[in-house]
């Protein structure tokens, strides 16, 4: 178990990481201060510098932290891609929808002009683990004989791409845009579906054959 002083410290690094989300958001990241966002989170600068010593090291942070996956989980096992697909998916539409996700798109797109570094960031540290670990999934099943995959990348492109434009993108521009649940799982089932239609070799459980 953490102790006092662990719990406490990671209690003021939320509180930091979530106000310099909201005034990023807000006033942009060029005009957000660290000194302004200590004094929204409640900390001292000397705490907030302890933790995050430059702002560029603080939004590295938000990136990772809203991008993180669940702990324990890991790449599905190959032999079964309709299973692993579906899992690999749900896990995705998990990340989009996670509360923040929009706004921190929406800081990035806004300041990427000025600063580059930013969408670097978060391609680097956000989306490229998750897209690595589709890729890799989808060697594992070619190497396995479950399917054919001359281009995992290109792949792995249009199946996430599947499933963000239907669960993600329409929410940068329409507020109200809101799946249920259902929604969420069908638009992932007919990605799954869609590329084991185009790649399957085997009948594994829910695949099609080529």
């Known amino acids: 178990m953490p102790t006092y002083h662990e719990r406490l410290a990671e ?30 989170a409640g900390v001292s600068k000397a705490t907030l510098f302890k933790q995050f010593p430059t702002k560029a090291e603080l939004f590295d942070a938000i990136v990772t932290d809203y991008w993180r996956t669940e702990e324990g989980a890991l790449t599905p096992p ?61 060697v594992a099943e070619r190497d396995a004989g479950t399917l054919v995959v001359d281009d995992p990348v290109g792949t792995a492109t249009q199946f996430l791409g599947m499933i963000s434009n239907f669960a993600f993108w329409p929410r940068m521009l329409l507020v109200n845009w809101a799946p249920t649940e259902k929604a969420l799982a069908h638009s992932v089932d007919e990605a799954v579906q869609t590329l084991l239609c185009r790649h399957a070799v085997t009948t594994a459980p829910g695949a099609a054959r080529a």
Request: glycine residues 8%.
């Open 78 to 138: 190959p032999g079964d891609p309709a299973k692993g697909l579906k899992v690999l998916g749900d896990r995705y539409v998990a990340l989009l929808t996670r509360p923040g996700m929009v706004a921190l798109f929406r800081i990035v797109i806004a300041e990427a002009p000025r600063f580059p570094e930013l969408g670097q960031t978060q391609f680097k540290l956000g989306k490229q683990p998750f897209f690595d670990s589709v890729r890799d999934y989808l």
């Open 11 to 40: 209690q003021k690094r939320t509180a930091i990481v979530d106000a310099a989300t909201t005034l990023f958001l807000e006033s942009g990241y060029d005009k957000t201060s660290l000194a302004r966002i200590a004094d929204a």
